[in-house]
Nanobody
Framework: VQLQACGGGLVQAGGSLRLSCATSTLTFSNYAVGWFRQAPGKEREFVAASRRNSGSTYYSNSVKGRFTISRDNAKNTVYLQMNSLKPEDTAIYYC????????????????????WGQGTQVTVSS
């Protein structure tokens, strides 16, 4: 199973990026999808998640109001729109997929996910 994350890059503080997570081996409409990030020397951190019906989305407090997760099931792609980026958002961002209809706490737990992408680097300069 492959999840392909892309869209990372170098951006100045206050700027925006849109990350994409695509798959050709899963049908995303059947999966909850989450975004996580890991900065150097830090633990992996939950960023955002979308339940498979996309009616429910969840965000960490650190990105709420700045990031938006969305999905295009026809394209089998999930997006993470990141606005008002801060230097502390610098990290490798990973997408992950999980079967079923997990509750919020489960969706925030990276260990509960079944499939992971390879990560894309986001660097925000001050």
């Amino acid at each position: 199973v492959q999840l392909q994350a892309c869209g990372g890059g170098l951006v100045q503080a206050g700027g925006s990026l849109r990350l994409s997570c695509a798959t050709s081996t899963l049908t995303f409409s059947n999966y909850a999808v989450g975004w996580f990030r890991q900065a150097p020397g830090k633990e992996r951190e939950f960023v955002a998640a979308s339940r498979r019906n996309s009616g429910s989305t969840y965000y960490s407090n650190s990105v709420k109001g700045r990031f938006t997760i969305s999905r295009d099931n026809a394209k089998n792609t999930v997006y993470l729109q990141m606005n008002s980026l801060k230097p502390e958002d610098t990290a490798i961002y990973y997408c992950a997929a999980k079967t079923g209809l997990p509750i919020m706490s489960t969706m925030m737990n990276g260990d509960s996910y079944d499939y992971w992408g390879q990560g894309t680097q986001v660097t925000v300069s001050s």
